[in-house]
């Protein structure tokens, strides 16, 4: 049908790499039970890397020992152990081809037009088109609503004002001096 169309002028002709002679295969899973099943496949995939360092637990004498969150089994954290190409095989499988980016938002939270859809979206659920402005305070007065502390103030007479009088340069790791 696709190749009909095309010689129909009914599509226009595709790239030289998508040439009509070239064999298409469609694969098609079953779709999921729910949209809330679809969000949660997709979070788990689409904001952060396949496995973060500090699951891996150990590597050596050609085994991959890593921890994984079973969903069948009530979200239970366990380990699993891997030759070490398996592994890594496994691991490939998340690696995104050259030419691909990872999703970050889409839709109406598109970083383009997060503002302006944003804004049409409160308006059809009969909000206020725009949130209220949010005073910005320092994290002193932050600190001092919250837990009543001043850090401005002596922590041992209460009554004294600390002024900055120097601040020490950070220290870079593989400094030692």
């Excluded at 002709?13 to 295969?25: D, F, I, M, N």
């Excluded at 921890?67 to 690696?95: C, G, M, P, S, W």
């Excluded at 049409?120 to 502390?149: N, V």
């Amino acid at each position: 049908m696709l190749s009909k169309a095309i010689d129909q002028g009914k599509l226009p002709c595709p790239p030289p790499q998508l040439s009509k002679k070239k064999k298409w295969v469609v694969y098609a899973k079953e779709p999921f039970s729910s949209p809330q099943k679809v969000l949660d496949y997709l979070g788990r995939y689409t904001h952060r890397v396949a496995l973060s360092n500090d699951r891996i637990l150990s590597a050596q004498n050609g085994q991959v020992t890593f921890t994984y969150r079973d969903r069948k089994d009530k979200d239970r954290l366990k380990t699993n152990t891997l030759d070490a190409q398996e592994f890594i095989r496994r691991f490939l499988l998340h690696v995104l081809p050259d030419g691909f980016m990872r999703v970050r938002h889409f839709g109406f939270l598109a970083n383009r037009t997060k503002k302006q859809n944003l804004s049409r979206c409160r308006e059809l659920l009969g909000l206020p088109p725009a949130l209220p402005e949010i005073p910005k305070r320092s994290a002193q007065d932050l600190l001092l609503e919250i837990t009543g502390i001043d850090i401005s103030r002596c922590p041992n007479c209460k009554k004294g004002t600390m002024v900055i009088v120097a601040e020490l340069p950070k220290l870079r790791p593989w400094d030692s001096s």
